[in-house]
């Protein structure tokens, strides 16, 4: 049947303007991840990327890219996996990107946390 994995990735940063850049290109980044799985409709701005939150004090931003939650070693999982590491590699070597998360969790194993930057 299969193990299901959720992997969301949390972006924070002090710069709204670059947080802004961060998350627009996750929109792009993503819908191209969906039209590669099944090319279904999805609108990956309002169901799959938050808004931007703004912080109570002190200005600071974040964001959440949601997982796709599906099952290990489905195709939808390899290839959401895929994309996820490219983007997050891809601002892991900016040095503009601040905070940079990975969040594992769902079936069998405990959740993990992965941080980048």
Not at 10 to 37: C, G, L, P, S, W
Not at 57 to 66: A, D, H, K, R, T
Not at 88 to 99: A, F, H, M, V
């Amino acid at each position: 049947m299969g193990i299901i994995r959720n992997k969301m990735v949390i972006i924070h940063h002090y710069n709204k303007d670059v947080i802004t850049e961060m998350r627009n290109d996750a929109i792009e980044h993503f819908q191209k991840a969906v039209e590669e799985d099944v090319g279904r409709q999805y609108d990956v701005s309002t169901q799959m990327v938050s808004p931007i939150l703004e912080s109570y004090i002190n200005g600071e931003y974040s964001f959440v890219i949601m997982g796709e939650c599906s099952k290990l070693g489905w195709e939808t999982a390899d290839i959401f996996e895929r994309w996820r590491q490219k983007y997050i590699n891809k601002w892991n070597e900016n040095e503009e990107t601040y905070k940079l998360l990975e969040v594992d969790f769902g079936e069998e194993y405990p959740c993990k946390i992965e941080e980048y930057n």
